[in-house]
């Protein structure tokens, strides 16, 4: 029996999500923010605190993924090479919803309105304007990063995964057969850094735990972030 350990990356700059902005971000577009940063490196002690190492970790190669995957790395006395696959990055939301200014992301309950209907729109087969992926090359592409890391978490593997949520919740919808239209709501609860854990045996795959998140909160808030 083996075992994957799904990461959503921690909180990102806004400009990873195409946002017209004019503030200075620390590294490449797309980097963790401060509090991103301290996320990953409070799941890395979560699961240095359960388990001894990893086998593999693999993450694509956006840069809140790769830094997130380093971050719970670091929490280890000794970690496997890093992997990148690019079939775990996220799907292009400026693709989907053009360029938002700041002020339209900051407003939280609004942007994720429009979020949802081009979300929605995508999965019914609408082109995305600047001619990224479809959601079906989305899916294909979801499903065969998937494979190619149940290939890896063997018996007595550990295989950890850091990715994004629409891609995260996507692998996961498609293990329940969740319908596409289903799939958004997934994606929207998910919370930056939270674990999901997933066991490969003889019977396939099964979700064991899903979006873990209380080493990122406390009474007085924490620092668990959803966006």
């Known amino acids: 029996m083996g075992t994957i350990y799904l990461v959503r990356h921690g909180q990102a700059q806004a400009n990873a999500y195409g946002i017209d902005t004019a503030a200075a971000s620390d590294g490449p577009i797309g980097s963790l ?8 490196a409070l799941t890395g002690k979560l699961l240095a605190d359960q388990i001894p190492n990893f086998t593999g970790a693999i993450s694509g190669d956006l840069p809140r993924q790769t830094q997130t995957l380093a971050g719970v790395l670091g929490a280890f006395d000794a970690a496997p090479t890093p992997q990148v696959d690019p079939g775990w990055n996220e799907y292009e939301l400026s693709s989907l919803m053009g360029t938002a200014t700041a002020e339209e992301y900051l407003d939280g309950r609004s942007f994720q309105q429009h979020l949802d209907i081009a979300l929605s729109r995508w999965v019914d087969g609408a082109t995305p ?34 990715s994004s949520a629409g891609v995260i919740t996507q692998w996961i919808a498609q293990l329940f057969s969740i319908p596409g239209q289903s ?10 850094a939270s674990v999901s854990k997933l066991i490969v045996g003889r019977t396939g795959v099964n979700l064991v735990s899903f979006n873990e998140h209380l080493h990122l909160s406390d009474r007085d808030g924490g620092i668990a972030t959803f966006r």
């Not at 001619?131 to 065969?144: K, P």
């Not at 709501?185 to 930056?192: F, G, I």
């Open 183 to 192: 799939w958004p709501a997934l994606s929207r609860a998910m919370v930056n």
């Open 129 to 162: 304007t600047t001619g990224g992926e479809s959601y079906t090359d989305f899916a294909q592409r979801v499903a065969a990063s998937a494979k190619a890391a149940i290939a890896q978490a063997g018996s007595g593997e550990t295989l950890l995964v850091v």
């Open 33 to 40: 923010t401060e509090a991103g940063a301290a996320q990953a």
